[in-house]
């Protein structure tokens, strides 16, 4: 067991303007970070946890102490200790929330330590290897009436509540297909050190671009619609040729709850950046958002008495990424102040339908859910 005080840091990190701290918040809560080499999106994390308000405090275990420094730079003041072993930690601070970022093997022991301790979990994707242990991890959330949740933070977007509720409201009547893709970059994959993290290895991975960035998408398509999927095919392919045991590129066809079909493209093609888009055609027009665009939300309705092409003021989006929403709106939640993004079950969702794809990719038949 070992604990290290760390030194207050005024003035790390910058804020978002619309999630300055402010006043404390009338209800707080301790939050735990759960870490260790290769841990993934902790700028965003500690940042994150430093501007919500409700976050009084916050510990780290990371045994490799990576993170640390990092850690005291971007929580400042919240900053309460550092723990190389995690069941110390959780006994010591007794934290509320537990944030999880560790690849998919080392995912599921400490998200079941977090649960044991009364946490509800925040986890990095994919957060297993195999459907079976997340799917047993969000019966022990929901016995213990917590929740285990994929981080998801797509679903807080302006732009994609936008659509949600344009759809939802039946702007485009009843949905009759979405088409989705999500595209990055191939540059990284030639990096001979990417070739080594976590990401890039199945066996700690579960996959590839599918399972790491695809999975966003594939969430959204679902969030936005309001259809699960229930059956999928698909191909996956390494086509850049790198030396990866993980797939650069799949492709995804689903069937809805209500009979409607989609597809997802998720792949590394570019040579920097992103290509992203969602569209969703119904009985009485269609709807697309294009991220990363100044045009990211366009929709069409015949319902419409003079029907036109819609466009979202990209000036009305908000600056900064969606992590820093997304990790107050869960804090809040565990704090009692409003509902979680996201529950797990829907995270379980998602999952179910990867690992049905790479399945079918493996099989070459349709897979049901």
């Known amino acids: 067991m070992q604990r290290r005080e760390f030194a207050k840091l005024a003035g790390a990190g910058i804020a978002l303007p619309a999630l300055s701290p402010g006043a404390p918040a009338s209800k707080s809560i301790k939050a735990a970070v759960i870490t260790g080499a290769g841990g993934v999106h902790l700028s965003s994390y500690f940042e994150s946890l430093r501007l919500a308000e409700v976050v009084a405090a916050v510990a780290v275990c990371d045994p490799s102490g990576q993170s640390l420094p990092l850690a005291r730079k971007l929580l400042a003041g919240k900053l309460t200790a550092g723990y190389q072993d995690r069941q110390a930690m959780l006994r010591q601070e007794k ?220 000036t009305r989006k908000p600056p900064g990424d969606v992590y820093s929403p997304f990790v107050r709106a869960v804090a809040r939640a565990c704090a009692g102040l409003e509902p979680f993004p996201l529950n797990g079950d829907e995270s379980a969702r998602v999952l179910k339908a990867i690992f049905a794809c790479y399945r079918a990719a493996e099989t070459g038949q349709t897979q049901s859910i």
């Open 95 to 314: 934290p509320e929330l537990a944030l999880v970022s560790l690849d998919g093997v080392e995912s599921p022991p400490a998200i079941d330590a977090a649960l044991e301790a009364g946490c509800h979990v925040l986890a990095e994707k994919p957060a297993c290897v195999r459907l079976e242990e997340f799917e047993r991890l969000n019966r022990k959330a929901q016995s213990r009436h917590r929740q285990l949740l994929l981080a998801l933070a797509n679903r807080v977007d302006p732009v994609i509540l936008e659509a949600r509720r344009l759809v939802r409201e039946g702007k485009i009547g009843t949905v009759y297909g979405v088409e989705a893709h999500i595209i990055a970059d191939q540059t990284r994959l030639k990096d001979p050190g990417y070739r080594n993290v976590w990401r890039a290895l199945k066996a700690r991975a579960g996959g590839g671009h599918l399972i790491w960035l695809g999975i966003h998408w594939l969430d959204l398509a679902m969030y936005v619609t309001g259809l699960p999927v229930r059956a999928v095919t698909g191909f996956t392919a390494n086509v850049g040729g790198q030396p990866l045991d993980v797939e650069d590129s799949a492709v995804v066809a689903m069937r809805f709850e209500n009979g409607s079909l989609g597809t997802l493209t998720s792949g590394y093609y570019l040579d920097k950046g992103y290509h992203s888009h969602l569209k969703i055609w119904g009985s009485q027009g269609w709807l697309q958002v294009h991220k990363y665009t100044n045009v990211p939300l366009e929709w069409y309705s015949t319902a419409d008495p003079n029907p036109q092409v819609y466009r979202w003021d990209s």
